[in-house]
């Protein structure tokens, strides 16, 4: 019996399982995809991940950290 079966040629989704949208660039803060990218990953052509794939580094840059949080709010007088 051969296992070829379960053996598939696909490019795997990017996910790192941490799902939490940046509500302003509206981008998955884990990998970096956009909400109807992730919607419709399962039926994108390979070429089409590819593509996806090739501009999630671009996007790292456009989500902001929160910086300082109660400490740098605070001003001393």
Not at 13 to 25: M, Q
Not at 44 to 57: D, F, H, I, S
């Amino acid at each position: 019996m051969s296992d070829d079966i379960w053996k598939r040629d696909e490019v795997e989704s990017p996910c790192v399982n941490i799902c939490v949208v940046h509500p302003t660039a509206r981008i998955c803060t884990g990998c970096y995809r956009t909400i109807d990218e992730i919607t419709a990953w399962s039926r994108l052509t390979p070429e089409a991940r590819r593509a996806v794939l090739k501009e999630l580094p671009n996007r790292k840059t456009q989500l902001t950290k929160r910086r300082g949080g109660r400490k740098s709010r605070i001003t001393e007088t």
